[in-house]
């Protein structure tokens, strides 16, 4: 019976911590030898581990949701040279190369979560503790299994095929090169494998750190979303610049995602009765909420790891790393395309949460952004009260928690799997996916506005299969903004080369108009507030106007549109001055941010592509060195790394 040892070297579970963290991990866990579980302690202790591969700022903590944020019509990072720097890490611009630091350790750490996964599976199932009628066991196995099956999809959804295996590598023997494998095979694994596992596992409500931790629902979740990546489209090496193609079993898969979203919808374990805005203050503020949106938060520590809070939200300045209030700097950097915030409803109350428009100097005065991006909102340091701000010298290890999967990912999922399923909104299922679609809708505006903006609007979408699709795309772009969720679904859509090519050519014309060059299609911008009006004033001390109550703040007279000056009183920020008169071009950040697929600038190729007949975007990340060498070759780069 003796197998596996796992020696859990440094594993503490912190249940002290101000919030809900029972998880502390202070060295690597290892895994030798030819030990069996022998109790449910050490179970448990050893599920802990794979929760621990999560938390590290080369993937979840940081680089998942910032350094492979790839540039698109939501999540945008500005580039100013001409040619791809030389550490090979500028992935947002689609010019990144293999000898990147970033992927290669992307990938460890997520081969990392993948290996202590298979010995915990292997270790429990051999255990003589392990009872299938043991719903605690069935519940950690089940969490294994969905957690490897996050790592493995992530993996799948970022470099494409990927080697495979879901033994420990002990049991290997010789074989130590494990095989790349077709990503479709892999995720059809993966969705029987938590199929079978569905079953055994326990709601949110029922665990002890509730959406900390890996519950029923997200397993239902994580089925429905491998599903749509599973039939939806993706980059292969085929052609010149690859083929984006789907399988032609694609419908089995949303008919999946139908009945797992559907499985989560109709257990009404979760809601979206918090408003927008309260579901990332409260994370901003450790606060854990198992009945609402959050369907699963990976849990940080705070004051040691994550770093959301610190790149997200609105840039704070300080003196040798000190602030003069309690939350201390932040970098910001997690940024929003420019014109992002246009494409809202004005009356959509995500938009104004959402989108940042100033940061603070110094000395905590608030200063217009006047920039090529927005801040991403969503979470900041600022957002916590001051009992939970982290001290005037914190930076990173905010210990944010970042919400993976919100039930509002569930309805959207329900909706657009039932319109493809069904083709359309007429067939029984239609209803209820009409009803998902307006839950997403409903928190978006206030009571007032349902009449027009929830019922009026979806009654009008949902006339057809094409305008409820579209009206999806729309959805998601607007509710999961800075999450780095949209250039994701753009590829399954096979949208992202025209959202791409739409989004470079959209900051082309408007810096070009600033120099005079009103080029075809200037006149949709005619009406930008090129000169923004503001005014700073204290903080009114009501969360709802601001998240944070101390500092003092900006506000503008109509940022939405081109108005005449207000009068006395106001400042005047003037944006979009992206013309560069000795070049009589637009600046480099406009000419080659997007530049590993279309640029402007000597080399320029955008007026040689043809928006009817684009080729794909290179999404798909380099296998990293390290994997290649150590396959003594057996692993080759495509899409063109070298």
Avoid at 136 to 161: C, N, P, S
Avoid at 312 to 332: D, F, K, L, Q, Y
Avoid at 434 to 463: C, E, W
Avoid at 475 to 499: A, H, M, Q, T
Wanted: hydrophobic content about 35%.
């Amino acid at each position: 019976m003796r197998k596996y040892i796992i020696v859990l070297s440094t594993i503490l579970l912190g249940l002290s911590s101000c919030k809900k963290d029972f998880l502390d991990v202070s060295s690597d866990s290892k895994y030798e030898g030819d030990y069996v579980f022998g109790n449910k302690e050490e179970i448990g202790r050893a599920l802990n581990s794979i929760y621990a591969s999560l938390m590290s700022n080369d993937t979840y903590g940081n680089a998942y949701f910032s350094t492979f944020a790839l540039n698109s019509d939501v999540e945008f990072t500005a580039f100013s040279n001409e040619v791809a720097s030389i550490n090979g890490e500028e992935f947002r611009a689609f010019d990144g190369a293999q000898h990147s630091v970033s992927a290669q350790r992307f990938w460890n750490k997520q081969y990392e979560g993948i290996e202590r996964a298979n010995i915990f599976i292997e270790g429990i199932q051999s255990s003589p503790a392990f009872s299938t009628r043991d719903m605690d066991l069935t519940q950690q196995l089940g969490e294994a299994k969905v957690l490897r099956a996050m790592f493995y999809h992530d993996l799948v959804v970022m470099y494409g095929d990927v080697p495979f295996n879901t033994q420990p590598s002990m049991k290997l023997g010789s074989s130590f090169v494990i095989p790349i494998t077709d990503r479709n095979e892999i995720l059809t694994f993966l969705i029987e494998d938590l199929k079978s596992a569905s079953p055994g596992m326990k709601y949110a409500a029922a665990l002890d750190y509730g959406v900390e931790r890996v519950s029923k629902e997200f397993c239902q979740g994580m089925i429905a979303r491998m599903a749509l990546t599973r039939g939806g489209y993706s980059l292969y090496p085929e052609g010149v610049n690859g083929t984006m193609k789907r399988m032609p079993d694609y419908k089995t898969y949303y008919q999946t995602a139908m009945q797992y979203a559907d499985s989560v919808i109709s257990s009404g374990t979760h809601s979206l009765n918090k408003s927008y805005r309260d579901v990332f203050i409260d994370e901003s503020n450790y606060i854990v909420s198992n009945a609402d949106d959050p369907i699963f938060e990976i849990p940080f520590l705070k004051r040691s790891t994550s770093n959301v809070g610190y790149v997200t939200g609105p840039a704070v300045s300080s003196v040798e790393g000190v602030t003069n209030h309690p939350w201390g700097p932040s970098n910001g950097g997690m940024r929003l395309n420019a014109f992002y915030h246009y494409s809202f409803d004005r009356e959509d109350l995500r938009k104004d949460y959402t989108v940042g428009m100033w940061n603070y100097d110094a000395v905590g005065v608030p200063q217009v952004l006047t920039d090529y991006s927005m801040y991403n909102n969503k979470w900041s340091k600022l957002w916590a009260t001051q009992s939970n701000a982290l001290g005037n010298n914190s930076s990173g290890g905010t210990g944010i928690n970042l919400p993976y999967m919100r039930y509002a990912d569930i309805l959207l999922m329900y909706a657009e799997a039932v319109n493809e399923v069904e083709e359309g909104l007429g067939g029984p299922n239609g209803v209820k996916a009409i009803n998902a679609f307006k839950q997403v809708r409903k928190r978006a505006f206030k009571t007032a506005d349902h009449s027009m903006k929830v019922d009026g609007y979806t009654n009008t979408v949902a006339s057809s299969k094409e305008s409820f699709f579209n009206a999806i795309v729309d959805e998601r772009k607007w509710e999961f903004g800075g999450e780095n969720i949209r250039w994701k679904d753009l590829v399954r859509w096979n949208l992202y080369s025209k959202v791409v090519y739409d989004s470079f050519m959209e900051y082309y014309i408007v810096a070009s108009m600033a120099g005079g060059d009103y080029m075809t299609g200037s006149e949709k911008y005619q009406d930008l507030p090129v000169n923004k009006f503001y005014k700073r004033e204290p903080n009114t001390g009501n969360r709802s106007d601001y998240p944070n109550t101390t500092l003092p703040v900006i506000r503008f007279h109509n940022p939405w549109e081109a108005v005449l000056h207000p009068g006395a009183g106001w400042e005047t920020a003037t944006l979009y001055a992206w013309y560069n008169e000795e070049t009589s071009m637009p600046r480099n950040q406009i000419l080659y941010s997007f530049r590993g697929y279309i640029k402007g600038g000597p080399a320029a190729n955008w007026e040689s592509l043809d928006r009817n007949n684009l080729p794909p975007v290179r999404y798909i990340l380099p296998l990293p060195n390290s994997a290649i060498q150590m396959s003594n070759g057996t692993y080759k780069n495509q899409y063109g790394y070298n």
